[in-house]
């Protein structure tokens, strides 16, 4: 059991470039999550889903979209890279039903 | 608006001597809260947690937590702190039906031998 996926583990990106952090999950779980971490602040949410086909924002949702085709997968996307997006990025989820978010072990992400 | 407030930024505790980090919390409703630990590099793991019932809850680890309604408070405690426990913890309040969790700033516990 895998539990949660997240790809690339590193990435440095150039200012203005575009990617996706993966995220899948083997767990059949219907809520997910993308935080990302930076020192003295906490986790911040980005974007949350409750199912497939449903997303939402989060905390800090400017910059990053997301999609939700299927219960397994929710990647984040970047738009146009920015040095502010530097950060490390957890995706988490969950069977909702207060069991607790299952986290997958990050992406660091620089931006140059 | 949800938020959790973790007031201790680092905390140093001898190895063999007890723990507690402070956790206060602000939500309208009865709150889902759990703790969860980060060790460096690494993702975030489920302590324990708490939604109902009994207010002191058994964690892993040897860890415990007391829910204090009249506090808005969610304390995390060791009776006595090994090594291994050096990592930097998180309590979060679960909101909107749990469907998102929001995190305190975290507190990072440094252990001397």
């Known amino acids: 059991n895998a539990g949660v996926t997240q790809t690339p583990k590193f990435q440095v990106l150039k200012t203005g470039q575009s990617m996706t952090l993966q995220c899948a999950q083997d767990?059949?779980?219907?809520?997910m999550s993308w935080y990302r971490q930076d020192p003295g602040m906490g986790l911040r949410l980005i974007h949350y889903s409750v199912g497939a086909g449903i997303t939402d924002q989060g905390e800090v949702p400017n910059g990053y979209n997301v999609s939700r085709s299927t219960t397994e997968d929710f990647p984040l996307r970047l738009l146009s890279a920015a040095p502010s997006q530097t950060s490390v990025y957890f995706c988490?989820?969950?069977?909702?039903?207060?069991?607790?978010?299952?986290f997958g072990s990050g992406t660091r992400l620089t931006v140059v | 608006a949800q938020s959790v407030t973790q007031p201790d930024i680092h905390i140093t505790v001898s190895e063999g001597a007890s723990l507690e980090l402070r956790c206060n919390y602000s939500y309208g409703a009865t709150p889902y809260l759990f703790w969860y630990v980060q060790s460096p590099g690494q993702g975030l793991q489920l302590l324990l947690k708490?939604?109902?019932?009994?207010?002191l809850v058994q964690g892993i680890k040897g860890f415990e937590a007391e829910f204090k309604r009249s506090q808005s408070s969610f304390n995390l405690r060791k009776p006595s702190v090994h090594w291994s426990d050096a990592a930097e913890y998180f309590c979060a309040v679960g909101a909107q039906g749990f469907q998102k969790l929001v995190f305190g700033t975290g507190t990072r516990l440094l252990v001397s031998p």
């Open positions: 988490a989820s969950s069977s909702g039903q207060g069991l607790g978010y299952t």
């Open positions: 767990m059949n779980h219907e809520y």
């Open positions: 708490y939604f109902s019932g009994d207010t």
